[in-house]
């Protein structure tokens, strides 16, 4: 399967299901009251904008990884956790004129009752983590030991919580402390350890890939049951930094198969010859910029599955 087997969608338009929701990348729709179609789209973010460019091949490929990591970590592989997927046919839910958009890049779900914690786990200081280490010598109130670099691999990997914010505003970095003042403590914990155990078994089948997961972010829901259940996409390129184990180095920011590449050409963008202030409208995207960015997420994803 190559990344243009399917048509380019920046937006899907299906009339058979309702519309729940458009977020930065997936489009859901209700299927009944208990399960969800999440249609991946080609849009790309970065510093919560949408741009207004698609990525060739993008919301394919997301899936496949997102499929590839479910298969590994969910009840047919490790069984760490619960997981959303419900195991039906997506194209069995829309109406047949409407297959093409849903094709190879869609999951049907459960529908659940999302918790508004992002579980952000971290093995390597990089990012926001490297620049808040340099100044407090701690990473969102976790303390870590003198002499780390940029790049450096943690001692272990660290829990670092953020917040939830509404469409287009930017996610908050929060202590444990204050998931326990949201959710309780019991429910807290549970995605304080099940998220580091996800982490710690993805990291290990990813470096036998040759590839870093430097850090990544779950995100869960509860069932009717109360059952805790990992949902969302996983450990793709959007969620997760991607390193190549083989060019690392520490002390540098390595070389990446996610979005840094577009947000390293972003930082210097200009609209209208200003620089651009990171809000919408993006600037246009080159062709070779959206073609290069493109190659990152496929690249990725032939080292993870062939």
Not at 92 to 98: K, N, R
Not at 233 to 245: H, I, K, M, N, Q
């Amino acid at each position: 399967m190559t990344t243009h087997s399917i048509p380019v969608l920046h937006t899907s338009a299906l009339t058979s299901l309702p519309l729940l929701a458009r977020g930065k990348v997936r489009d859901n729709y209700a299927v009944g009251d208990d399960r969800i179609l999440m249609v991946a789209s080609d849009r790309i973010s970065a510093f919560d904008v949408i741009m207004g460019e698609p990525i060739p091949g993008k919301g394919e490929l997301l899936t496949r990884m997102a499929l590839f990591w479910f298969d590994k970590l969910g009840p047919n592989g490790l069984a760490i956790c619960p997981i959303h997927l419900t195991g039906d046919d997506p194209e069995s839910v829309v109406a047949p004129t409407e297959a093409a958009q849903v094709r190879g890049r869609s999951m049907l779900v459960k529908r659940l009752q999302p918790i508004p914690v992002e579980a952000v786990v971290r093995g390597y200081l990089a990012g926001s983590g490297w620049q808040e280490y340099q100044a407090s010598r701690s990473v969102c109130g976790v303390p870590l030991p003198e002499g780390l670099t940029n790049a450096s691999q943690l001692p272990e990997p660290i829990y670092t919580p953020a917040a939830k914010a509404a469409m287009g505003e930017h996610d908050e970095n929060i202590t444990f402390e204050r998931t326990v003042e949201m959710i309780g403590l019991d429910l807290a914990t549970r995605i304080r350890d099940i998220s580091i155990r996800l982490y710690e078994a993805a990291a290990a089948i990813a470096l036998a890939k040759g590839i870093i997961i430097a850090d990544t972010k779950f995100e869960f829901g509860l069932d009717s049951d109360g059952t805790l259940v990992l949902m969302d996409e996983v450990l793709t390129p959007d969620s997760s930094r991607y390193w190549p184990a083989d060019s690392y180095q520490e002390g540098i920011n390595p070389p990446s198969y996610d979005k840094q590449f577009l947000r390293d050409w972003l930082e210097t963008a200009t609209i209208g010859g200003t620089r651009w202030d990171k809000t919408a409208p993006a600037p246009h995207l080159p062709r070779d910029i959206i073609e290069k960015t493109a190659a990152k997420y496929q690249e990725a994803l032939t080292r993870l599955v062939g």
